[in-house]
Structure formats: structure tokens, C-alpha cells
């Protein structure tokens, strides 16, 4: 009887020191994504074009530029589009041309209903129509780091 009480217990100690080592290994190679590194240039760029899309927003107050995805468009085409008629004030800010449409946000909340995004890098913008003037935008932003939208856009 002694035998067969020792082998249970060599037994259980070699299942608990096995649990331990899987748990060990587990902890050193962990597969979880890891936060693309975000440096201080990119935050530089981030505030410099921000500061940029608020002062061209400004000048085009007042200047209907659609709703949803029609606003980048519109946008992108004032740019460098010299037949457009928002040329004359977007041409001072062609570059954020390098600006491209990301994914669209589809967020249900009242603040991001029929606005656009534009990504550049680790940089978006959601664009939005205000709702308190008219013919005026509101301006979002955010660095993206593993998802490819902000997070302010998906809580609801």
C-alpha cells in the first residue's frame, strides 16, 4: 500500500511542476499584439496637422462642404482641383492632400453622425458636420495604435 501512495504522489508532483513550467513558457511568449511604438515625431506631426485641418476648417466656415463621405471628397478635390470652387482657400493647405480615406467610422453616436476620415500613417481625423452652426465642422483626431480606428469611435 506504501508503494502505490508513493507513486501518487510522485505523480501529482509531476503534474504540478509540468503546470508550472507550460505556465512559465506561456508567460515568456506571450501572443498578444503588442502597441505599435509611437515616437515624438509622429505626436509632433500629429499636433502640427491638427493645428492645420482647425485653421482650414475655420476659413471654410460658412462654405458647405456635404455630409459623410462627400466632405473628404470634397475636401481632397479643393486641394488641387484649380476648377473647384473651395481651390482658392484648400490650395493653401494641399499638404494634407497626403491625407487618404481610412476606414469609414459608422459610429452611432450624435457627435460622428455623417462625418468622414482621413488617415495619414499613424494619424486619423474624423470630420464631422456641426450641429450646432451650420455649414460648420468639428474636427476629431486621434494616433492610431493597434486598431485601425480611434477609440472614441467605437464606444458608443
Known amino acids: 500500500m ?19 513550467e507550460i505556465s512559465t513558457t506561456i508567460n515568456k511568449n506571450q501572443y498578444t499584439i503588442r502597441n505599435k511604438s509611437i515616437n515624438s515625431n509622429e505626436i509632433f506631426f500629429q499636433k502640427e496637422n491638427d493645428k492645420k485641418f482647425l485653421q482650414m476648417l475655420n476659413d471654410m466656415k460658412g462654405i458647405s462642404l456635404g455630409s459623410g463621405q462627400i466632405i473628404c471628397q470634397n ?41 468622414c476620415d482621413l488617415v495619414n500613417g499613424y494619424h486619423r481625423v474624423v470630420i464631422v458636420p456641426s450641429s450646432i452652426e451650420t455649414n460648420s465642422y468639428n474636427l476629431y483626431s486621434c494616433i492610431l495604435k493597434v486598431e485601425p480606428k480611434c477609440t472614441f469611435e467605437t464606444v458608443d
Do not use: C, Q, W
Open 2 to 20: 506504501i508503494f502505490f501512495y508513493v507513486g501518487i504522489g510522485i505523480a501529482m508532483m509531476t503534474s504540478v511542476l509540468s503546470i508550472f
Open 75 to 115: 475636401l481632397k478635390n479643393g486641394f488641387k482641383d484649380e476648377l473647384d470652387d473651395n481651390y482658392s482657400i484648400l490650395s493653401n493647405y494641399s499638404i494634407l492632400d497626403s491625407y487618404n480615406s481610412g476606414i469609414p467610422s459608422y459610429s452611432s453616436h450624435p457627435r460622428l453622425i455623417n462625418g
